[in-house]
């Protein structure tokens, strides 16, 4: 499962790519988690622009995250989501919010 | 009512058959020309149906997962999932939205609710014991398009 992680001053990037499941969740975890521990950034930002499928595994993914940045004051924004993707992320409430600033996809 | 075609296969509960077991359903009902939306709601659907077997139903343990595939006259797919693992007890409370009996917080508990909403109808039935069987059903009206 490809994750490629950009880490800059305020941000974590990672850029996520192919299917998201059960089987693929835990290994996109612990490289997406390994850097945050090690960046401790304000934002961490999950690009879903690569994902062909995706299933609850990846709900799940997404609200683990949450409660990691959550626990460093920092924020989570998903971002480029394809269509099939967005119709699983807005079961779990993850809704667009109209941020000036971003506009980006917030976990709510 | 008998099906104009169906399948039927077993796989033993290892995650990495997860993408095999949608992916063989999909090919399956490839037939009927369903649009995007369609083929990858019920991907989407059987993926949690058979993560749910191999994470719940077997855990640790290594059983088998049943798929039965039924096409009917007008496009109607019929869908079932089965373990023969530990069964659930209280069947009402498991599908309730974010109902999850994992405590590692990475799961959501909205497999059921997934497979509700992006599929027509979801029957599930099981014993404490004896395992579980899900149904889930959608007819495919996009013709393709
Ligand atoms: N095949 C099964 N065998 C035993 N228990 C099951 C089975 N399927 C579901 N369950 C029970 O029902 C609960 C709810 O299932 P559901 O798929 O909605 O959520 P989840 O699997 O916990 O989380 P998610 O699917 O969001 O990753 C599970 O936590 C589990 O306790
Ligand atoms: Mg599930």
Do not use: W
């Not at chain 2, 083929?39 to 798929?67: F, M, P, Q, R, W």
């Not at chain 2, 508990?109 to 979801?122: A, Q």
């Not at chain 2, 014991?129 to 495919?140: Q, R």
């Amino acid at each position: 499962m490809p994750v490629e992680i950009d880490i800059d001053e305020k941000s974590v990037t990672a850029y996520i790519s192919g299917e998201i499941d059960h089987h693929n969740a835990a290994g996109l975890r612990s490289k997406i988690d390994e850097a945050v521990e090690n960046a401790y950034p304000e934002v961490l930002i999950l690009d879903f622009g690569g994902v062909t499928f995706m299933d609850s595994s990846g709900i799940g993914l997404v609200m683990g995250r949450y409660k990691l940045m959550k626990n460093l004051s920092g924020k989570v924004f998903v971002e480029n989501a394809p269509r099939q993707i967005k119709k699983v992320l807005r079961m779990a409430g993850i809704e667009k919010m109209l941020s000036e600033k971003s506009g980006k996809e917030v976990l709510v | 009512m008998k099906p104009i075609n169906e399948m039927k296969m077993s796989f033993e509960s290892r995650s990495c058959n997860e993408s095999f077991a949608r992916s063989s359903v999909a090919a399956f009902i490839a037939v009927l020309d369903p649009n995007v939306e369609e083929l990858s709601d019920i991907k989407t659907a059987v993926s949690e149906a058979v993560t749910n077997c191999i994470v719940h139903g077997y855990k640790e343990n290594i059983g088998k997962v049943y798929i039965h595939v039924k096409i009917f006259e007008g496009a109607r797919i019929q869908i079932s999932i089965k373990d023969k693992g530990c069964g659930i007890s209280d069947v009402k409370k498991a599908m309730e939205p974010l109902y999850t009996s994992c405590e590692n917080g990475e799961r959501a508990g909205l497999g059921f609710s997934i497979m509700e909403s992006f599929m027509d109808k979801l029957k599930v039935r099981s014993k404490p014991g004896k395992g579980t069987s899900v149904t889930l059903e959608k007819s495919i009206v996009s013709k393709g398009k």
